[in-house]
């Protein structure tokens, strides 16, 4: 499997439980813990608006195809809604509403000034040429024009969309406008007001929280053996950093199996997704099943594909000690509480892959000031903002009996219901 685009974060059927009610469930759960107005917590149950559009293109041969598009804008009490656009067969406003409230979470955690937002096609992109994916998207932008904007709501690049598809985004955006306008979204290419080190900020930043995690528990990096599902942008910079810094990585997979070596993986050597394709197995002398991969007795299992990869079926055999998730929402909510009983430590999503989305704010900031940043200044800066939320989700874990899960929920729970009673309801 290879993992996502760098998301800022899709459900596979192997339990009935949507996006939605997997945040709404975790809402609960968090809010449990708190002393927070009910009132609160029912808001944010519910997203602000939800965007729907039809999307007609011209195909290639001349044909007209129409799709149908989302924008989901969950909370902005915080700052501007923000959050991936994705193209994918299964995008539904459901899934947008609760990777929306997930996208408040993780903005939240990082104490970013963004509330949450998802949005996508119903598409599968790989039936698109090159031309037809631009028309595609620069009419969905038109579609979604008065809705999205650097001060009201900032996409970025997630399953099936890229640097490109953002660059595309914006320069349809800034030709309605009339100037151009390069904070509209990000992930863009640096060249045209992208950030250096955007495209690696998941992955760096789950390699950052792994190494973290290990120090915590007093588990040498050295001494560390790691399996990665998934070996797309996320998988592959967080396997290819964690093998940097002395750990072993035994096992790595795209959709075809994956890669296992005991003795360690020099993942260097091996193409990631955007490098190479499917190519894993290829460079590998044993292969194992994504299934296999997932229950290695390892230290450190980095599920860095898809969604509800653990689940209720195997979540008795994950044999890692640390779960660390580079992709959105890999384990559900009976899958994390099965973990949970056998002391496994999963820590979540909003925390570990957060690196995207805190890397965006940066190039949203670059953007506003006109002014580029070093890949050094990047890198240090997103080490700074990791380790920062780190202490804040580690002193609600160490003060509570309660997993790194909700402790993370806790604190970006803390910090939204905070910002709604100082803001009130208006009128």
Not at 86 to 109: F, N, Q, S
Not at 165 to 185: C, F, K
Not at 377 to 405: K, Q, S, Y
Request: include cysteine.
């Amino acid at each position: 499997m290879s993992s996502a685009s760098p998301s800022e974060d899709s459900p596979t059927p192997s339990e009935p439980e949507s996006a939605l009610e997997t945040a709404r469930l975790q809402l609960h759960r968090a809010a449990d813990h708190l002393d927070i107005d009910p009132n609160i917590v029912e808001r944010l149950n519910h997203p602000r608006n939800v965007h729907e559009v039809t999307v007609p293109i011209e195909r290639d041969d001349g044909t007209v195809e129409v799709f149908t598009g989302y924008r989901a804008q969950h909370d902005s009490v915080r700052g501007p809604y923000k959050g991936g656009l994705r193209y994918h067969p299964d995008v539904t406003r459901d899934e947008c509403v609760g990777l929306g409230i997930w996208m408040t979470w993780k903005c939240a955690v990082m104490d970013l000034p963004f509330g949450g937002a998802k949005g996508g096609i119903a598409v599968n992109p790989k039936t698109l040429s090159r031309d037809e994916k631009e028309r595609l998207t620069r009419r969905f932008t038109q579609e979604l024009r008065k809705v999205i904007g650097p001060n009201l709501d900032i996409p970025a690049p997630d399953m099936g969309t890229d640097p490109q598809t953002m660059a595309w985004l914006m320069d349809a955006y800034s030709m309605q406008e009339g100037e151009t306008i390069p904070g509209v979204v990000t992930g863009k290419p640096p060249i045209v007001g992208g950030s250096k080190g955007r495209e690696d900020a998941p992955g760096r930043s789950v390699a950052i929280i792994t190494q973290l995690v290990c120090e915590y528990y007093d588990q040498p990096l050295s001494e560390t053996t790691v399996a990665v599902q998934g070996y797309g942008s996320v998988g592959a910079n967080a396997a290819r950093l964690l093998d940097e810094r002395g750990a072993t990585v035994v096992a790595i997979s795209d959709v075809n199996g994956a890669m296992y070596d005991p003795a360690g993986i020099d993942t260097a050597t091996v193409p990631s997704h955007d490098e190479e394709p499917e190519a894993v197995t290829e460079y590998a002398d044993t292969v194992i099943s994504n299934d296999e991969l997932l229950t290695l007795d390892v230290d450190v299992l980095i599920p860095a594909a898809l969604g509800n990869v653990i689940t209720e079926a195997n979540a008795d055999d994950i044999a890692a000690d640390y779960v660390v998730e580079g992709a959105n929402g890999p384990t559900t909510s009976t899958a994390d509480s099965i973990l949970a009983d056998r002391d496994v430590m999963v820590i979540p999503d909003i925390l570990a892959n957060a690196g995207g989305v805190t890397v965006s704010y940066f190039e949203w900031l670059q953007d506003i000031n006109r002014r580029s940043w070093s890949l050094e200044r990047v890198n240090d800066e997103l080490d700074e903002e990791m380790r920062a939320a780190w202490d804040a989700v580690r002193t609600e874990f160490e003060n509570r009996d309660i997993t790194w899960r909700d402790a993370a929920y806790i604190v970006a729970l803390s910090r939204i219901a905070e910002a709604h009673e100082a803001r009130g309801l208006w009128p």
